[in-house]
Protein backbone atom coordinates (compact mmCIF):
# COMPACT_ATOMS: atom_id res chain seq x y z
CA UNK A 1 0.00 0.00 0.00
CA UNK A 2 1.22 3.28 -0.81
CA UNK A 3 1.56 6.30 2.07
CA UNK A 4 2.35 9.95 2.18
CA UNK A 5 5.64 9.80 3.20
CA UNK A 6 7.35 13.46 2.93
CA UNK A 7 6.23 17.09 1.19
CA UNK A 8 9.66 18.38 -1.01
CA UNK A 9 10.40 20.88 -3.34
CA UNK A 10 12.69 19.16 -5.02
CA UNK A 11 13.62 15.29 -5.23
CA UNK A 12 17.04 13.63 -6.34
CA UNK A 13 16.88 10.02 -7.08
CA UNK A 14 20.37 8.35 -6.92
CA UNK A 15 23.17 9.75 -5.18
CA UNK A 16 26.34 9.25 -7.57
CA UNK A 17 28.66 12.11 -8.84
CA UNK A 18 25.17 13.76 -10.83
CA UNK A 19 22.48 13.11 -7.62
CA UNK A 20 24.73 15.10 -5.24
CA UNK A 21 25.95 17.63 -7.15
CA UNK A 22 21.93 18.28 -8.08
CA UNK A 23 20.65 17.42 -4.70
CA UNK A 24 23.71 20.48 -3.11
CA UNK A 25 22.78 22.77 -5.36
CA UNK A 26 18.73 22.66 -4.42
CA UNK A 27 19.58 22.65 -1.08
CA UNK A 28 22.01 25.71 -1.16
CA UNK A 29 19.09 27.72 -3.36
CA UNK A 30 17.06 26.97 -0.19
CA UNK A 31 14.45 24.55 -1.22
CA UNK A 32 13.72 21.48 0.65
CA UNK A 33 15.88 18.69 -0.96
CA UNK A 34 15.28 14.60 -0.37
CA UNK A 35 18.34 12.88 -1.82
CA UNK A 36 17.39 9.06 -2.37
CA UNK A 37 20.17 6.81 -2.64
CA UNK A 38 19.66 2.54 -2.34
CA UNK A 39 22.61 2.64 -0.35
CA UNK A 40 24.20 4.97 2.01
CA UNK A 41 27.37 3.51 1.55
CA UNK A 42 28.24 4.25 -2.11
CA UNK A 43 27.18 7.95 -2.14
CA UNK A 44 29.49 9.35 -4.82
CA UNK A 45 31.12 6.01 -5.49
CA UNK A 46 34.18 6.15 -8.05
CA UNK A 47 33.19 2.47 -9.16
CA UNK A 48 35.81 2.58 -12.14
CA UNK A 49 38.96 4.55 -11.97
CA UNK A 50 38.94 7.23 -8.51
CA UNK A 51 40.84 10.02 -10.21
CA UNK A 52 39.32 13.00 -11.91
CA UNK A 53 40.34 15.78 -14.44
CA UNK A 54 42.05 15.72 -17.77
CA UNK A 55 41.85 17.21 -21.22
CA UNK A 56 37.90 18.88 -21.13
CA UNK A 57 37.20 16.77 -17.78
CA UNK A 58 39.18 18.84 -15.72
CA UNK A 59 37.54 21.87 -17.19
CA UNK A 60 34.49 20.52 -15.75
CA UNK A 61 35.39 19.73 -12.97
CA UNK A 62 36.53 23.73 -12.84
CA UNK A 63 33.27 24.79 -14.18
CA UNK A 64 31.32 22.90 -11.62
CA UNK A 65 33.73 24.42 -9.15
CA UNK A 66 33.59 27.90 -10.18
CA UNK A 67 29.34 27.97 -9.88
CA UNK A 68 29.71 26.63 -6.68
CA UNK A 69 29.76 22.85 -7.01
CA UNK A 70 31.16 20.11 -4.50
CA UNK A 71 33.03 17.92 -6.74
CA UNK A 72 35.99 19.98 -6.62
CA UNK A 73 36.59 20.52 -3.46
CA UNK A 74 36.33 16.76 -1.89
CA UNK A 75 38.78 15.83 -5.20
CA UNK A 76 41.40 18.01 -3.70
CA UNK A 77 40.96 17.36 0.38
CA UNK A 78 41.31 13.54 -0.64
CA UNK A 79 43.97 14.12 -3.25
CA UNK A 80 46.74 11.40 -3.12
CA UNK A 81 48.55 12.79 -6.60
CA UNK A 82 47.98 15.97 -8.79
CA UNK A 83 49.20 16.25 -12.23
CA UNK A 84 48.92 19.07 -15.14
CA UNK A 85 48.32 17.39 -18.38
CA UNK A 86 49.22 18.81 -21.86
CA UNK A 87 52.07 21.00 -20.48
CA UNK A 88 53.74 21.07 -23.10
CA UNK A 89 50.83 22.37 -25.54
CA UNK A 90 48.90 25.84 -24.98
CA UNK A 91 46.65 26.72 -22.17
CA UNK A 92 43.64 25.71 -23.87
CA UNK A 93 44.49 21.63 -23.71
CA UNK A 94 46.22 22.44 -20.86
CA UNK A 95 43.87 20.23 -17.48
CA UNK A 96 44.70 18.90 -14.43
CA UNK A 97 44.41 15.52 -13.41
CA UNK A 98 43.90 14.13 -9.68
CA UNK A 99 44.10 10.78 -8.65
CA UNK A 100 42.13 10.40 -4.87
CA UNK A 101 41.78 7.82 -1.94
CA UNK A 102 37.87 6.43 -3.20
CA UNK A 103 36.59 5.44 0.20
CA UNK A 104 37.87 9.25 1.39
CA UNK A 105 36.34 11.34 -1.51
CA UNK A 106 32.86 8.97 -0.68
CA UNK A 107 33.12 9.79 2.96
CA UNK A 108 33.83 13.63 2.45
CA UNK A 109 30.93 13.89 -0.06
CA UNK A 110 28.47 12.35 2.22
CA UNK A 111 29.51 13.93 5.43
CA UNK A 112 29.14 17.64 3.30
CA UNK A 113 25.52 16.01 2.14
CA UNK A 114 24.42 15.13 5.77
CA UNK A 115 25.93 18.66 7.24
CA UNK A 116 23.82 20.57 4.27
CA UNK A 117 21.27 22.80 5.58
CA UNK A 118 17.74 21.70 3.68
CA UNK A 119 18.83 18.62 2.51
CA UNK A 120 17.19 14.84 3.50
CA UNK A 121 18.81 11.65 2.64
CA UNK A 122 17.30 8.76 2.51
CA UNK A 123 18.40 5.00 1.64
CA UNK A 124 15.23 3.65 -0.44
CA UNK A 125 14.35 2.40 -4.01
CA UNK A 126 12.31 4.34 -6.10
CA UNK A 127 10.49 2.31 -8.72
CA UNK A 128 8.06 4.74 -9.84
CA UNK A 129 7.71 8.55 -11.01
CA UNK A 130 4.14 9.87 -10.05
CA UNK A 131 2.40 12.38 -12.25
CA UNK A 132 -0.88 14.50 -12.01
CA UNK A 133 -3.71 14.09 -14.86
CA UNK A 134 -1.65 16.91 -16.68
CA UNK A 135 1.35 14.91 -16.96
CA UNK A 136 3.26 17.16 -14.50
CA UNK A 137 5.75 15.52 -12.00
CA UNK A 138 4.27 15.26 -8.44
CA UNK A 139 6.83 12.75 -6.48
CA UNK A 140 8.21 9.57 -6.53
CA UNK A 141 7.29 5.79 -5.22
CA UNK A 142 9.33 3.87 -3.41
CA UNK A 143 9.42 -0.12 -3.85
CA UNK A 144 7.89 -0.67 0.06
CA UNK A 145 5.28 2.11 -1.11
CA UNK A 146 6.47 5.36 0.65
CA UNK A 147 5.37 8.09 -1.91
CA UNK A 148 7.16 11.39 -1.49
CA UNK A 149 5.53 14.51 -2.95
CA UNK A 150 8.36 16.68 -4.88
CA UNK A 151 7.41 19.64 -7.45
CA UNK A 152 10.63 18.99 -9.24
CA UNK A 153 12.31 15.69 -9.34
CA UNK A 154 16.06 14.98 -10.34
CA UNK A 155 16.74 11.35 -12.02
CA UNK A 156 20.52 10.43 -11.76
CA UNK A 157 20.12 6.74 -11.76
CA UNK A 158 23.51 5.89 -13.51
CA UNK A 159 24.43 2.41 -14.86
CA UNK A 160 21.06 1.40 -12.49
CA UNK A 161 18.54 1.17 -14.70
CA UNK A 162 18.75 -2.63 -15.90
CA UNK A 163 21.97 -3.29 -15.20
CA UNK A 164 23.66 -6.55 -15.86
CA UNK A 165 27.37 -7.63 -15.16
CA UNK A 166 28.70 -9.79 -18.12
CA UNK A 167 32.51 -11.84 -16.74
CA UNK A 168 33.21 -14.31 -19.60
CA UNK A 169 30.28 -16.82 -19.99
CA UNK A 170 28.55 -15.73 -16.98
CA UNK A 171 26.09 -12.81 -16.51
CA UNK A 172 23.64 -11.28 -14.68
CA UNK A 173 21.74 -8.58 -13.62
CA UNK A 174 23.38 -5.87 -11.30
CA UNK A 175 24.54 -2.59 -10.78
CA UNK A 176 28.58 -1.46 -10.30
CA UNK A 177 30.45 -3.52 -7.95
CA UNK A 178 27.25 -5.91 -6.96
CA UNK A 179 25.10 -3.09 -6.17
CA UNK A 180 21.33 -3.81 -6.44
CA UNK A 181 19.95 -3.09 -10.10
CA UNK A 182 16.87 -1.32 -10.74
CA UNK A 183 14.21 -2.74 -13.18
CA UNK A 184 11.11 -1.43 -12.01
CA UNK A 185 12.17 1.88 -12.19
CA UNK A 186 13.03 1.50 -16.40
CA UNK A 187 9.62 -0.44 -16.89
CA UNK A 188 7.99 2.77 -15.59
CA UNK A 189 10.01 5.24 -17.49
CA UNK A 190 9.02 2.68 -20.19
CA UNK A 191 5.24 3.25 -19.34
CA UNK A 192 5.24 7.65 -19.01
CA UNK A 193 6.61 7.26 -23.04
CA UNK A 194 10.45 7.60 -22.60
CA UNK A 195 12.41 6.52 -25.24
CA UNK A 196 15.60 4.35 -23.83
CA UNK A 197 18.65 2.94 -25.43
CA UNK A 198 21.19 0.60 -24.47
CA UNK A 199 24.90 0.88 -23.55
CA UNK A 200 27.92 -0.97 -21.80
CA UNK A 201 30.69 0.58 -19.65
CA UNK A 202 33.37 -1.84 -18.22
CA UNK A 203 36.45 -1.69 -15.39
CA UNK A 204 39.84 -3.66 -15.31
CA UNK A 205 40.52 -5.88 -12.08
CA UNK A 206 41.80 -4.91 -9.27
CA UNK A 207 45.28 -6.39 -7.84
CA UNK A 208 47.02 -6.43 -4.65
CA UNK A 209 50.25 -4.07 -4.41
CA UNK A 210 52.83 -6.69 -2.70
CA UNK A 211 52.33 -8.43 -5.48
CA UNK A 212 53.61 -6.14 -7.94
CA UNK A 213 57.26 -6.27 -9.57
CA UNK A 214 57.74 -2.20 -9.58
CA UNK A 215 61.32 -2.68 -10.61
CA UNK A 216 59.58 -3.25 -13.62
CA UNK A 217 57.36 -0.20 -14.33
CA UNK A 218 58.35 3.49 -14.80
CA UNK A 219 57.44 5.76 -12.15
CA UNK A 220 55.39 8.19 -12.25
CA UNK A 221 55.36 10.70 -9.68
CA UNK A 222 53.34 13.81 -9.44
CA UNK A 223 53.96 17.42 -9.78
CA UNK A 224 55.66 19.41 -7.56
CA UNK A 225 53.74 21.74 -7.65
CA UNK A 226 49.98 21.47 -5.45
CA UNK A 227 47.49 22.61 -8.10
CA UNK A 228 44.18 22.65 -7.45
CA UNK A 229 40.71 21.56 -9.15
CA UNK A 230 39.36 24.48 -6.81
CA UNK A 231 39.40 27.84 -6.82
CA UNK A 232 38.99 28.13 -3.16
CA UNK A 233 41.97 27.19 -0.10
CA UNK A 234 41.95 23.57 -0.46
CA UNK A 235 44.76 21.21 0.98
CA UNK A 236 44.31 17.49 1.24
CA UNK A 237 44.53 15.46 4.35
CA UNK A 238 46.95 13.30 3.00
CA UNK A 239 50.02 14.80 1.83
CA UNK A 240 48.98 18.61 3.48
CA UNK A 241 50.26 20.51 0.65
CA UNK A 242 53.83 18.65 0.76
CA UNK A 243 54.09 17.16 -3.40
CA UNK A 244 57.08 14.91 -1.83
CA UNK A 245 54.76 12.94 -0.22
CA UNK A 246 52.41 12.47 -2.95
CA UNK A 247 51.77 8.54 -3.98
CA UNK A 248 52.71 7.64 -7.56
CA UNK A 249 51.49 5.90 -10.31
CA UNK A 250 53.56 3.42 -12.20
CA UNK A 251 53.48 2.31 -15.75
CA UNK A 252 54.25 -0.76 -17.72
CA UNK A 253 53.25 -2.59 -20.95
CA UNK A 254 51.62 -5.11 -22.78
CA UNK A 255 53.38 -7.34 -24.88
CA UNK A 256 52.90 -9.50 -27.80
CA UNK A 257 52.37 -12.59 -25.38
CA UNK A 258 49.06 -10.57 -23.86
CA UNK A 259 47.72 -10.35 -27.29
CA UNK A 260 48.02 -13.54 -28.37
CA UNK A 261 46.66 -14.96 -25.19
CA UNK A 262 43.52 -12.58 -26.11
CA UNK A 263 43.22 -13.25 -29.80
CA UNK A 264 43.10 -16.68 -29.39
CA UNK A 265 39.84 -16.67 -26.65
CA UNK A 266 38.29 -13.83 -28.61
CA UNK A 267 35.31 -16.41 -29.07
CA UNK A 268 34.95 -16.20 -25.64
CA UNK A 269 35.20 -12.55 -25.08
CA UNK A 270 31.70 -11.26 -24.51
CA UNK A 271 31.79 -8.61 -26.42
CA UNK A 272 32.46 -10.70 -30.05
CA UNK A 273 30.65 -13.45 -29.28
CA UNK A 274 26.54 -11.54 -29.06
CA UNK A 275 26.51 -11.90 -24.57
CA UNK A 276 26.65 -8.08 -24.70
CA UNK A 277 24.47 -6.28 -27.06
CA UNK A 278 25.34 -2.47 -25.42
CA UNK A 279 27.35 -0.35 -26.99
CA UNK A 280 30.46 0.73 -25.33
CA UNK A 281 32.17 3.93 -25.36
CA UNK A 282 34.97 4.53 -28.63
CA UNK A 283 37.44 6.40 -25.85
CA UNK A 284 37.84 3.67 -23.59
CA UNK A 285 38.08 0.58 -25.18
CA UNK A 286 38.52 -3.00 -23.41
CA UNK A 287 41.95 -4.23 -24.25
CA UNK A 288 40.52 -6.83 -25.94
CA UNK A 289 39.21 -3.78 -28.35
CA UNK A 290 42.42 -2.34 -28.83
CA UNK A 291 44.16 -5.93 -29.82
CA UNK A 292 41.57 -6.00 -32.28
CA UNK A 293 41.40 -2.18 -33.42
CA UNK A 294 45.08 -1.93 -33.32
CA UNK A 295 46.31 -5.40 -34.55
CA UNK A 296 49.64 -3.77 -35.37
CA UNK A 297 50.89 -2.32 -32.41
CA UNK A 298 53.44 -4.86 -30.51
CA UNK A 299 51.86 -3.41 -27.03
CA UNK A 300 49.83 -0.94 -24.77
CA UNK A 301 50.11 1.24 -22.18
CA UNK A 302 49.10 0.03 -18.66
CA UNK A 303 48.82 2.44 -15.61
CA UNK A 304 49.37 1.29 -11.93
CA UNK A 305 46.89 3.70 -10.33
CA UNK A 306 46.83 3.65 -6.23
CA UNK A 307 42.72 3.53 -5.04
CA UNK A 308 43.47 4.80 -1.59
CA UNK A 309 46.27 6.19 0.96
CA UNK A 310 45.74 3.37 3.10
CA UNK A 311 44.65 0.34 0.56
CA UNK A 312 46.82 -2.17 -1.59
CA UNK A 313 44.48 -2.07 -3.81
CA UNK A 314 45.55 -1.03 -7.28
CA UNK A 315 43.57 -0.20 -10.42
CA UNK A 316 45.02 -1.44 -13.73
CA UNK A 317 44.52 1.58 -16.36
CA UNK A 318 44.33 0.35 -20.00
CA UNK A 319 43.54 -3.21 -19.12
CA UNK A 320 39.64 -3.15 -18.94
CA UNK A 321 38.30 -6.06 -19.45
CA UNK A 322 35.44 -8.35 -19.28
CA UNK A 323 37.13 -11.69 -20.29
CA UNK A 324 36.55 -15.12 -18.53
CA UNK A 325 37.68 -14.89 -15.12
CA UNK A 326 40.58 -17.35 -15.56
CA UNK A 327 41.90 -15.67 -19.09
CA UNK A 328 42.22 -12.63 -17.00
CA UNK A 329 44.52 -14.29 -14.42
CA UNK A 330 46.63 -15.51 -17.82
CA UNK A 331 46.32 -11.93 -19.17
CA UNK A 332 47.45 -10.29 -15.93
CA UNK A 333 50.72 -12.36 -15.76
CA UNK A 334 51.80 -11.75 -19.53
CA UNK A 335 52.34 -7.92 -18.20
CA UNK A 336 56.48 -7.86 -16.97
CA UNK A 337 55.79 -6.71 -13.69
CA UNK A 338 52.75 -8.88 -12.57
CA UNK A 339 54.24 -12.26 -13.41
CA UNK A 340 52.56 -13.13 -10.05
CA UNK A 341 49.83 -10.33 -9.78
CA UNK A 342 47.11 -11.29 -7.27
CA UNK A 343 43.92 -10.36 -8.60
CA UNK A 344 41.61 -8.89 -6.17
CA UNK A 345 38.50 -8.38 -8.30
CA UNK A 346 37.95 -9.27 -11.91
CA UNK A 347 37.10 -7.11 -14.67
CA UNK A 348 33.43 -6.74 -15.85
CA UNK A 349 31.14 -5.28 -18.43
CA UNK A 350 28.04 -3.82 -17.70
CA UNK A 351 25.29 -3.19 -19.49
CA UNK A 352 22.58 -0.52 -18.74
CA UNK A 353 19.80 1.36 -19.77
CA UNK A 354 19.48 5.28 -20.94
CA UNK A 355 17.48 8.29 -21.63
CA UNK A 356 17.89 9.38 -25.32
CA UNK A 357 18.67 13.11 -25.19
CA UNK A 358 17.01 14.32 -27.81
CA UNK A 359 13.91 14.02 -25.68
CA UNK A 360 15.15 16.60 -23.06
CA UNK A 361 15.73 20.71 -23.24
CA UNK A 362 18.97 22.17 -22.91
CA UNK A 363 17.73 22.75 -19.09
CA UNK A 364 17.92 18.80 -18.95
CA UNK A 365 13.92 18.42 -18.11
CA UNK A 366 12.13 16.22 -19.98
CA UNK A 367 10.48 18.12 -22.17
CA UNK A 368 6.78 15.79 -22.63
CA UNK A 369 7.07 15.55 -18.65
CA UNK A 370 7.30 18.83 -17.08
CA UNK A 371 9.39 19.18 -13.59
CA UNK A 372 10.97 15.72 -14.39
CA UNK A 373 15.10 16.15 -14.91
CA UNK A 374 17.49 13.99 -16.01
CA UNK A 375 21.23 13.97 -15.28
CA UNK A 376 24.22 11.86 -15.24
CA UNK A 377 24.81 8.49 -17.18
CA UNK A 378 21.47 7.65 -17.51
CA UNK A 379 21.52 10.74 -20.17
CA UNK A 380 23.79 8.04 -22.40
CA UNK A 381 27.77 9.66 -21.34
CA UNK A 382 30.61 8.99 -19.70
CA UNK A 383 32.79 9.81 -16.68
CA UNK A 384 32.34 11.78 -13.43
CA UNK A 385 32.74 15.03 -14.25
CA UNK A 386 30.05 14.58 -17.25
CA UNK A 387 27.72 13.57 -14.54
CA UNK A 388 28.53 15.82 -11.84
CA UNK A 389 28.14 18.99 -14.45
CA UNK A 390 24.74 17.61 -15.38
CA UNK A 391 23.68 17.13 -12.23
CA UNK A 392 24.71 20.47 -11.13
CA UNK A 393 22.64 22.17 -14.06
CA UNK A 394 20.02 19.88 -13.94
CA UNK A 395 19.73 21.04 -9.74
CA UNK A 396 19.72 24.52 -10.38
CA UNK A 397 16.92 23.75 -13.18
CA UNK A 398 14.74 22.13 -10.84
CA UNK A 399 14.43 24.90 -8.28
CA UNK A 400 14.14 27.69 -11.58
CA UNK A 401 11.22 25.82 -12.45
CA UNK A 402 9.50 25.66 -8.99
CA UNK A 403 10.22 29.73 -8.66
CA UNK A 404 8.92 29.87 -12.43
CA UNK A 405 11.72 32.23 -13.21
CA UNK A 406 13.99 31.84 -16.65
CA UNK A 407 16.00 28.86 -16.75
CA UNK A 408 19.73 28.42 -16.14
CA UNK A 409 21.33 27.53 -19.70
CA UNK A 410 25.14 27.93 -20.36
CA UNK A 411 26.03 28.44 -23.96
CA UNK A 412 28.50 26.52 -26.08
CA UNK A 413 30.86 29.78 -25.93
CA UNK A 414 30.53 30.04 -22.14
CA UNK A 415 31.70 27.09 -20.73
CA UNK A 416 32.41 23.15 -21.83
CA UNK A 417 29.10 22.41 -19.40
CA UNK A 418 27.28 24.40 -22.49
CA UNK A 419 29.02 22.29 -25.02
CA UNK A 420 28.22 19.11 -22.95
CA UNK A 421 24.72 19.95 -22.66
CA UNK A 422 24.32 21.23 -26.50
CA UNK A 423 26.04 18.08 -27.65
CA UNK A 424 23.80 15.56 -26.19
CA UNK A 425 20.47 17.34 -26.74
CA UNK A 426 20.94 18.56 -30.76
CA UNK A 427 23.77 15.73 -31.69
CA UNK A 428 21.92 12.98 -29.97
CA UNK A 429 24.51 9.88 -28.81
CA UNK A 430 25.38 6.27 -30.58
CA UNK A 431 27.77 5.57 -27.99
CA UNK A 432 28.78 6.66 -24.28
CA UNK A 433 29.59 10.26 -24.58
CA UNK A 434 32.70 11.45 -23.59
CA UNK A 435 33.81 15.41 -23.58
CA UNK A 436 36.97 16.27 -25.39
CA UNK A 437 38.60 19.57 -26.09
CA UNK A 438 37.95 18.96 -29.95
CA UNK A 439 34.14 19.43 -29.26
CA UNK A 440 34.69 22.85 -28.29
CA UNK A 441 34.98 25.55 -30.95
CA UNK A 442 36.09 28.38 -28.68
CA UNK A 443 38.65 26.31 -26.48
CA UNK A 444 41.17 29.15 -25.73
CA UNK A 445 38.09 31.26 -24.44
CA UNK A 446 36.87 28.24 -22.48
CA UNK A 447 40.23 27.48 -20.43
CA UNK A 448 40.49 25.83 -16.58
CA UNK A 449 42.41 28.72 -15.36
CA UNK A 450 39.64 31.40 -16.36
CA UNK A 451 36.78 28.70 -15.57
CA UNK A 452 36.32 31.15 -12.56
CA UNK A 453 36.04 34.63 -14.62
CA UNK A 454 33.31 32.96 -17.25
CA UNK A 455 30.92 31.41 -14.39
CA UNK A 456 31.22 32.38 -10.70
CA UNK A 457 28.92 35.54 -11.71
CA UNK A 458 26.53 33.30 -12.67
CA UNK A 459 26.61 30.85 -10.06
CA UNK A 460 26.51 34.03 -7.68
CA UNK A 461 23.19 35.15 -9.36
CA UNK A 462 21.47 31.90 -9.13
CA UNK A 463 22.69 32.11 -5.06
CA UNK A 464 25.33 28.90 -5.60
CA UNK A 465 28.43 31.39 -4.82
CA UNK A 466 29.10 32.16 -0.97
CA UNK A 467 30.50 35.19 0.30
CA UNK A 468 33.58 33.95 0.79
CA UNK A 469 33.67 32.73 -2.94
CA UNK A 470 32.47 35.86 -4.04
CA UNK A 471 35.37 37.72 -2.35
CA UNK A 472 37.93 35.32 -3.10
CA UNK A 473 36.40 35.74 -6.70
CA UNK A 474 36.60 39.69 -6.40
CA UNK A 475 39.98 39.96 -5.11
CA UNK A 476 41.53 37.80 -8.07
CA UNK A 477 39.77 39.72 -10.20
CA UNK A 478 41.15 43.11 -9.07
CA UNK A 479 44.70 41.21 -8.67
CA UNK A 480 44.41 40.69 -12.44
CA UNK A 481 43.54 44.16 -13.55
CA UNK A 482 46.27 45.49 -11.50
CA UNK A 483 48.49 42.90 -12.94
CA UNK A 484 48.13 44.05 -16.65
CA UNK A 485 47.89 47.99 -15.76
CA UNK A 486 51.61 47.50 -14.67
CA UNK A 487 52.93 45.53 -17.31
CA UNK A 488 51.62 48.17 -19.41
CA UNK A 489 53.20 50.83 -18.07
CA UNK A 490 56.53 49.11 -17.06
CA UNK A 491 58.89 49.96 -19.63
CA UNK A 492 62.15 48.85 -20.52
CA UNK A 493 64.99 50.54 -22.57
CA UNK A 494 67.90 48.57 -24.24
CA UNK A 495 70.33 50.10 -22.02
CA UNK A 496 69.05 47.63 -19.56
CA UNK A 497 71.72 45.31 -19.52
CA UNK A 498 69.20 42.54 -17.40
CA UNK A 499 67.16 42.97 -19.66
CA UNK A 500 69.85 41.79 -22.97
CA UNK A 501 70.68 38.72 -20.69
CA UNK A 502 67.67 37.44 -20.17
CA UNK A 503 66.64 37.94 -23.98
CA UNK A 504 70.07 36.35 -24.36
CA UNK A 505 68.89 33.24 -22.79
CA UNK A 506 66.02 32.43 -24.50
CA UNK A 507 67.56 33.09 -27.78
CA UNK A 508 65.27 36.22 -27.94
CA UNK A 509 66.44 39.13 -30.46
CA UNK A 510 67.87 41.93 -28.54
CA UNK A 511 65.58 45.08 -28.68
CA UNK A 512 66.49 49.02 -29.81
CA UNK A 513 65.07 51.76 -28.18
CA UNK A 514 62.57 50.72 -25.39
CA UNK A 515 59.50 47.86 -24.83
CA UNK A 516 57.28 47.43 -22.56
CA UNK A 517 56.44 44.21 -19.85
CA UNK A 518 53.40 43.59 -22.12
CA UNK A 519 55.06 43.76 -25.72
CA UNK A 520 58.06 41.42 -24.01
CA UNK A 521 55.76 39.36 -22.86
CA UNK A 522 53.89 38.88 -26.37
CA UNK A 523 56.94 37.30 -27.31
CA UNK A 524 56.76 33.56 -28.11
CA UNK A 525 60.21 32.80 -26.02
CA UNK A 526 59.47 34.65 -23.02
CA UNK A 527 57.27 32.90 -20.29
CA UNK A 528 56.14 34.24 -16.82
CA UNK A 529 59.37 33.06 -15.56
CA UNK A 530 61.39 35.82 -17.55
CA UNK A 531 59.15 38.79 -16.36
CA UNK A 532 59.73 37.65 -12.95
CA UNK A 533 63.56 38.00 -13.29
CA UNK A 534 63.08 41.76 -14.68
CA UNK A 535 60.28 42.94 -12.26
CA UNK A 536 61.30 41.25 -8.81
CA UNK A 537 58.14 42.83 -7.53
CA UNK A 538 55.66 40.32 -8.95
CA UNK A 539 56.34 37.84 -6.51
CA UNK A 540 54.11 39.46 -4.27
CA UNK A 541 51.18 38.59 -6.40
CA UNK A 542 49.09 35.66 -6.12
CA UNK A 543 50.71 32.86 -8.57
CA UNK A 544 47.07 32.07 -10.06
CA UNK A 545 46.57 35.72 -11.05
CA UNK A 546 49.90 35.81 -12.34
CA UNK A 547 49.28 33.18 -14.85
CA UNK A 548 46.25 34.46 -15.66
CA UNK A 549 47.53 37.71 -16.95
CA UNK A 550 50.18 36.33 -18.94
CA UNK A 551 47.98 33.95 -21.15
CA UNK A 552 45.25 36.92 -21.80
CA UNK A 553 48.73 38.76 -22.58
CA UNK A 554 50.37 36.35 -24.92
CA UNK A 555 47.11 35.36 -26.61
CA UNK A 556 46.04 38.68 -26.37
CA UNK A 557 45.02 38.79 -30.69
CA UNK A 558 43.59 35.44 -30.70
CA UNK A 559 41.27 35.41 -27.64
CA UNK A 560 40.49 38.75 -29.77
CA UNK A 561 39.36 36.61 -32.65
CA UNK A 562 37.52 34.08 -30.98
CA UNK A 563 35.74 36.97 -29.42
CA UNK A 564 34.29 37.77 -32.62
CA UNK A 565 33.30 35.13 -33.68
CA UNK A 566 31.21 34.33 -30.23
CA UNK A 567 29.81 37.67 -31.36
CA UNK A 568 28.76 36.45 -34.65
CA UNK A 569 27.22 33.56 -33.08
CA UNK A 570 25.23 35.19 -30.57
CA UNK A 571 23.20 36.69 -32.98
CA UNK A 572 22.45 34.09 -34.28
CA UNK A 573 21.38 32.38 -30.72
CA UNK A 574 19.35 35.66 -30.18
CA UNK A 575 16.60 34.53 -32.90
CA UNK A 576 14.17 32.87 -31.12
CA UNK A 577 11.88 30.36 -32.66
CA UNK A 578 8.20 30.44 -31.32
CA UNK A 579 7.46 27.28 -28.90
CA UNK A 580 4.32 27.14 -31.22
CA UNK A 581 5.96 26.61 -34.30
CA UNK A 582 5.01 23.79 -37.06
CA UNK A 583 7.44 22.77 -39.24
CA UNK A 584 4.83 20.40 -41.50
CA UNK A 585 3.78 23.90 -42.20
CA UNK A 586 7.19 24.74 -43.74
CA UNK A 587 7.94 24.51 -47.34
CA UNK A 588 10.94 23.20 -48.36
CA UNK A 589 12.42 21.39 -45.30
CA UNK A 590 13.91 17.73 -45.90
CA UNK A 591 12.43 14.64 -44.37
CA UNK A 592 14.75 14.48 -41.96
CA UNK A 593 15.43 17.62 -41.37
CA UNK A 594 11.53 18.02 -40.43
CA UNK A 595 11.71 14.81 -37.98
CA UNK A 596 14.41 16.31 -35.66
CA UNK A 597 13.43 19.92 -35.38
CA UNK A 598 10.31 17.96 -34.31
CA UNK A 599 12.13 15.70 -32.26
CA UNK A 600 14.01 18.67 -30.35
CA UNK A 601 12.53 21.65 -30.16
CA UNK A 602 15.37 24.06 -30.48
CA UNK A 603 15.00 27.32 -28.68
CA UNK A 604 16.83 29.52 -31.30
CA UNK A 605 18.41 29.71 -34.89
CA UNK A 606 21.74 28.74 -33.71
CA UNK A 607 20.33 25.62 -31.78
CA UNK A 608 18.72 24.48 -35.46
CA UNK A 609 21.50 24.19 -37.31
CA UNK A 610 23.55 22.45 -34.66
CA UNK A 611 21.04 19.55 -34.56
CA UNK A 612 21.93 16.31 -36.53
CA UNK A 613 20.20 15.75 -39.76
CA UNK A 614 19.33 19.16 -39.83
CA UNK A 615 21.42 20.12 -43.41
CA UNK A 616 22.34 23.66 -44.67
CA UNK A 617 19.35 23.95 -46.97
CA UNK A 618 16.58 23.42 -44.01
CA UNK A 619 18.45 26.14 -42.37
Not at 24 to 50: F, Q, R
Request: aromatic residues 6%; charged residues 25%; contains cysteine.
Amino acid sequence: MEYLAGKYDVIVVGAGHAGCEAALASAKMGCKTLLITMNLENIAEMSCNPSLGGPAKGHLVREVDALGGQMGITADETSLQVRMLNTGKGPAVQALRIQSDKHAYSLHMRSVIMNQENLTLLQAMVEKIKLNKKGEVTGVITRTGAYFEGRSVVLTSGTYLRGRITIGDIAYDGGPNGQQTATNLTKNLEELGLELGRFKTGTPPRIHRRSVDFSKFTIQPGDKIPWRHSFMPTVSKFWQGDPSKQVPCWLGYTTPHTHEIIQKNLHRAPMYSGVIEGIGARYCPSIEDKIVRFADRPSHQVFLEPEGWDSDELYIAGLSTSMPEEIQWEILHSVPGLENAEMLRPGYAIEYDYVMAHQLSLTLEVRDIPGLFTAGQLNGTSGYEEAAAQGLLAGINAVLKIRDEEPFIIKRSEGYLGVLIDDLVNKGVKEPYRLMTSRAEYRLILRQDNADLRLTPKGRKVGLVSDERWERFENKKNTIEEIRQGWEKERFTSSNEELQEVLASVNSSPIHGSITAEELLRRPEITLSEIKKLIPGLSDFDEEALREASIEVKYAGYIQKQLAEIERFSKMEGRVIPTDINYDEIKGLSTEGRQRLKEVSPINIGQASRITGVNPADF
